[in-house]
Nanobody, 114 residues
Framework: QVQLVESGGALVQPGGSLRLSCGTS????????MGWYRQAPGKQRELVAT???????TYADSVKGRFTISRDNAKNTVYLQMNSLKPEDTAVYYC????????WGQGTQVTVSS
């Protein structure tokens, strides 16, 4: 069983920055592909970014150049640095673990508003 705990969500003004963290326990973090997804009200959950166990990232077009995913295998933690935030980034952000099976965190709310 893998447990994921997200933190770092908050209310931030447009143009601001936030860093989300996702700590994991159990499983094989070093070899898992970790990801961040988000779900806005009334919309489907969508991919934001993923990072392989070896550190190769991928990003949704909507966040390229603004968001950076990273991982610290010694801490079993994945991060999402979000810069130049826009109101359309408002959503619940979920951490995802994939290694033969898949687990999700409980989500953390990010609200971008003035």
């Amino acid at each position: 069983q893998v447990q994921l705990v997200e933190s770092g969500g908050a209310l931030v003004q447009p143009g601001g920055s936030l860093r989300l963290s996702c700590g994991t326990s159990g499983g094989s973090f070093n070899t898992a592909t970790m990801g961040w997804y988000r779900q806005a009200p009334g919309k489907q959950r969508e991919l934001v970014a993923t990072i392989t166990g070896s550190g190769t990232p991928t990003y949704a077009d909507s966040v390229k150049g603004r968001f950076t995913i990273s991982r610290d295998n010694a801490k079993n933690t994945v991060y999402l640095q979000m810069n130049s935030l826009k109101p359309e980034d408002t959503a619940v952000y979920y951490c995802n673990y994939r290694f033969y099976t898949e687990y999700w965190g409980q989500g953390t709310q990010v609200t971008v508003s003035s």
